[in-house]
């Protein structure tokens, strides 16, 4: 550990993945993996943290410290920033955690191991949300909880960080990414190498998988309408902001927030129950449903205010 200018504590550890692969790697699929490794990694400092009281990670920097050929290999130096109350407190943790460092590279090796549980999971239902869960992926993510109970970690904690991440597209599209490397060769596995543990993802894992997630619908949508009905609930004549809701019939029945564009006087429109406009549905999509779901509704202009 290192003592920084600004009273903060510096500590480094190390991530090595190995792709068994029998065919070149493209230099445009190994940069995209690398890419997508960097994200995952500095992902892993919130679990870290969240299994080691005390331990307040502020930054998180990865470099590649060499890459191998033959079967495509990948060393990660992963440094650390902690921040604490006190250079005690930092220098405890030290003597109780971070010395330890198989201890922390096995934690890490842990952390990105559920995030690309989580991220085979997810592409997998969305790409088959009507198949059985994959038997090799299920197996996948059974091995990283064990290899967290190795070093003391709660099964419990793994689970929780799991669940935090669970409808994370992010984490999935990282985790194809991460894998692509796999995809030039069938029959390709990619394991974690340096910590006493067995983290392979094997190639039946890694060939039930989609190519990328292109096929996913963004998070949020918007949907313009020209002419429609809308009734009005609350209103506040002071701001076009807040304290607006109502419904749209036959496009939404449940009550939603209206905002008024700049353009739109709220005084106006204020006491108004049904109002003919022109309007933007503001959508998000519920992954437990497969649908999108109404946000709010924009108001971009007043066809004809009716009195009622």
Same mark, same amino acid.
Request: aromatic share 6%.
């Given at each position: 550990?290192t003592?920084?200018?600004?009273g903060n ?6 991530y090595?993945v ?6 070149p790697?493209p230099v445009?699929?190994v940069?995209?993996s690398l890419?997508?490794?960097e994200?995952?990694l500095k992902?892993s ?5 969240s299994?080691y009281?005390?331990? %307040?990670?502020t $930054?998180?920097?990865?470099y590649?410290e060499?890459? &191998?050929?033959? +079967?495509w290999?990948a060393?990660?130096?992963v440094?650390?920033v ?11 943790l030290?003597q ?5 460092n198989t201890?922390m590279?096995?934690a890490l090796? &842990?952390g990105v191991?559920?995030l690309?549980?989580?991220g085979?999971?997810s592409?997998y239902n969305?790409?088959?949300?009507d ?5 090799a992926?299920?197996a996948?993510?059974? &091995?990283?909880?064990n ?5 003391n970690?709660?099964a419990?904690?793994v689970?929780?960080?799991?669940e ?5 597209k992010?984490?999935?599209?990282d985790?194809?990414s ?5 995809s030039v ?8 190498q340096?910590v006493?543990?067995d983290?392979?993802l094997?190639?039946?894992?890694i060939e039930s998988?989609?190519e990328d997630? $292109?096929f ?5 949508q918007?949907?313009?309408y020209?002419?429609?009905?809308i009734?009005?609930s609350a209103?506040?004549?002071? +701001?076009?902001?807040r ?6 019939p ?5 009550r939603?927030?209206?905002v008024?564009?700049d353009s739109?006087?709220p005084?106006v429109? %204020?006491?108004?129950?049904r109002?003919q406009?022109?309007?933007i549905v %503001?959508?998000v999509?519920d992954? +437990?449903t497969?649908q999108y779901r ?8 007043i066809?004809t205010?009716e009195?009622?």
């Amino acid at each position: 550990m290192t003592a920084l200018a600004d009273g903060n504590m510096e500590f480094s550890t190390s991530y090595r993945v190995r792709f068994t692969v029998e065919n070149p790697v493209p230099v445009a699929i190994v940069i995209e993996s690398l890419k997508a490794h960097e994200r995952l990694l500095k992902k892993s400092s919130k679990f870290l943290e969240s299994v080691y009281d005390g331990l %307040h990670i502020t $930054s998180t920097d990865v470099y590649v410290e060499e890459i &191998v050929d033959g +079967s495509w290999v990948a060393d990660f130096l992963v440094k650390y920033v902690i921040g604490e109350a006190n250079e005690a407190q930092a220098r405890q943790l030290w003597q109780n955690i971070v010395r330890d460092n198989t201890r922390m590279r096995t934690a890490l090796a &842990v952390g990105v191991g559920a995030l690309l549980s989580i991220g085979a999971t997810s592409a997998y239902n969305a790409y088959m949300p009507d198949a059985p869960s994959q038997p090799a992926i299920e197996a996948y993510n059974s &091995v990283v909880i064990n290899a967290a109970g190795d070093i003391n970690i709660p099964a419990e904690k793994v689970e929780e960080f799991i669940e935090q991440n669970r409808n994370n597209k992010q984490v999935a599209k990282d985790t194809l990414s991460a894998l692509k490397p796999a995809s030039v060769t069938p029959g390709s596995i990619m394991e974690v190498q340096g910590v006493p543990v067995d983290l392979t993802l094997t190639s039946e894992a890694i060939e039930s998988l989609p190519e990328d997630m $292109s096929f996913i619908p963004p998070n949020e949508q918007d949907d313009i309408y020209s002419d429609v009905s809308i009734y009005v609930s609350a209103s506040d004549e002071d +701001s076009g902001k807040r304290g607006w809701a109502g419904s749209v019939p036959n496009i939404i029945d449940n009550r939603v927030k209206f905002v008024l564009d700049d353009s739109i006087d709220p005084r106006v429109l %204020h006491g108004r129950v049904r109002i003919q406009a022109d309007i933007i549905v %503001h959508k998000v999509y519920d992954a +437990s449903t497969n649908q999108y779901r109404a946000k709010s509704v924009t108001i971009t202009d007043i066809i004809t205010p009716e009195t009622t």
